[in-house]
Each structure stands twice: as C-alpha cells, then as structure tokens.
Nanobody, 125 residues
Framework: QVHLVESGGGFVQTGGSLRLSCTIS????????MGWFRRPLGKEREWVGD????????KYADSAEGRFTISRDRPSNTVFLQMNSLLPEDTAVYYC??????????????????WGQGTQVTVSS
C-alpha cells in the first residue's frame, strides 16, 4: 500500500508562486512514477504533469509547461510541484498520485493506483 499526503496549498495573487509537496510512505515505494493532477471547482480532474521514478524525466500538460516544475527528493520520499506565474485559472484542488507503471512518455494516459487527499490552491485576480 502507498500513502500520499500533499501540503503547501494556499492563497496567492496572480503572478505569484507556490510550491506543493507530496510525501510518499508505505511499501515498495522505490519505483513509483509520480503525477500531479488538479480539479477546478465544477470541472473534471486534469493531468498537470509527472516525473519518472528516477527523477530524470518529466512531462507536462500544455497549461503547465514553462510555468510549473516537478521534482523529487528520493531520500525524503517527497515530490514537489513548483508553480510560478500563477493565474486565476490555476485555482483548483491539486492532487499527487502514484503509479507503478514506469514506462516513459505516457502522460495523462498512465494509470494511477494511489492518490492523496488534495490541497487547495486559490489564485486571486
């Protein structure tokens, strides 16, 4: 079983930055592909990006490319989502997710078996 806990959400003005963290715990957590997703109020969940289990490969949605950066610190089993130049349309509940599929380049089609509880990000205009 894998347990994920997000933190770091909050309120920020347009153009500001936030860094979300996702702490991973449980069994067999060494080779997990980690993804970030978000769900704006009243809308469907959307994929933001992901990072390979080794931390060397990342992939982003068009809406995140150039503004968001995903990284991971393997010793602490933590994955980060650095969000810069935030816009009101980035307002959403953000979730981290874990997948045991390790192939690269799957993007939003990857299947994720484990999910965190989510953290709210609100960007004011």
């Amino acid at each position: 079983q894998v347990h994920l806990v997000e933190s770091g959400g909050g309120f920020v003005q347009t153009g500001g930055s936030l860094r979300l963290s996702c702490t991973i715990s449980g069994q067999n957590i060494e080779r997990l592909t980690m993804g970030w997703f978000r769900r704006p109020l009243g809308k469907e969940r959307e994929w933001v990006g992901d990072i390979s289990w080794g931390g060397t490969t990342t992939k982003y949605a068009d809406s995140a490319e150039g503004r968001f950066t995903i990284s991971r610190d393997r010793p602490s089993n933590t994955v980060f989502l650095q969000m810069n130049s935030l816009l009101p349309e980035d307002t959403a509940v953000y979730y981290c997710a874990a997948s045991r599929e390790t192939s690269l380049g799957q993007g939003p089609s990857r299947k994720y078996a484990y999910w965190g509880q989510g953290t709210q990000v609100t960007v004011s205009s």
